[in-house]
């Protein structure tokens, strides 16, 4: 794809475990060529079916440790004992491509690329309908403990008290209009 003169916009989306930003950014994904996913590190180890390079970077404490000092994250995080961040290298890759990276990152890393981008960012906070449907989808996935969702339910809440620091707020009480929505607001964001 060649470089367009729109290029250099970032779209980053943030949401509570649970609330749907995954489902709706692999939509976004699917639907626009010119959105790529903009690849993150972690420390923690791939789970199955994982690759390094294409679900993350796996990192080393020690490699993770010489990226900050090196300042290549756009930021970075500690999510329960792992560290996960975002590569300025992945985003200019991206963006010298000619394509909108799309950002999948906790609330804390979102305000920081807000910060460093300006308005050539467009931040979308994903919404549960209500403390009690987000618990249980968590329960529904099957793969959380009683414990950890606890701690994303705690997180959670932290995280709805910065929703109103994000360009805009989708509440996806259903999958489609939380998805029509969003198009609402990227397509003229990235045809701009």
């Known amino acids: 794809m060649s470089k367009t003169s729109k290029s250099g916009k970032v779209i980053v989306i ?3 475990s649970g609330a749907g930003k995954t489902t709706l950014a692999k939509r976004l994904l699917e639907e626009y060529p010119s959105i ?5 590190a972690t420390t923690r180890p791939p ?3 994982e690759v ?3 679900d993350y970077y796996f990192l080393t404490d020690q490699e993770f440790d010489r990226k900050i000092e ?3 994250f756009l930021e970075w995080e500690r999510y329960s004992s792992y560290r996960y961040g975002t590569l300025r290298s992945e ?3 991206l963006v010298e491509s000619g394509y909108f990276p799309l950002l999948d990152i906790e609330v804390n890393g979102a ?9 050539a960012a467009v931040s979308i906070f994903i919404e549960p309908p209500s403390m009690e449907v987000l618990q249980e989808r968590l329960q529904k996935r099957g793969s959380e403990t009683t414990d950890s969702v606890e701690k994303r339910m705690e997180r959670a ?3 709805m008290q910065y929703a109103h620091h994000f360009d805009h707020t989708v509440v996806n009480d259903d999958l489609d209009t939380a998805y029509v929505q969003i198009q609402a607001i990227v397509e003229p964001f990235i045809n701009k």
């Open 111 to 119: 305000l920081n690329v807000q910060k460093i981008y300006g308005s």
């Open 36 to 40: 790529r996913f903009s690849i993150s």
């Open 47 to 49: 789970r199955k079916d």
């Open 52 to 54: 390094d390079g294409e």
């Open 91 to 93: 985003v200019d890759k």
């Open 70 to 72: 090196n300042h290549d």
């Open 14 to 16: 943030v949401a509570p």
């Open 157 to 159: 809440e932290m995280e």
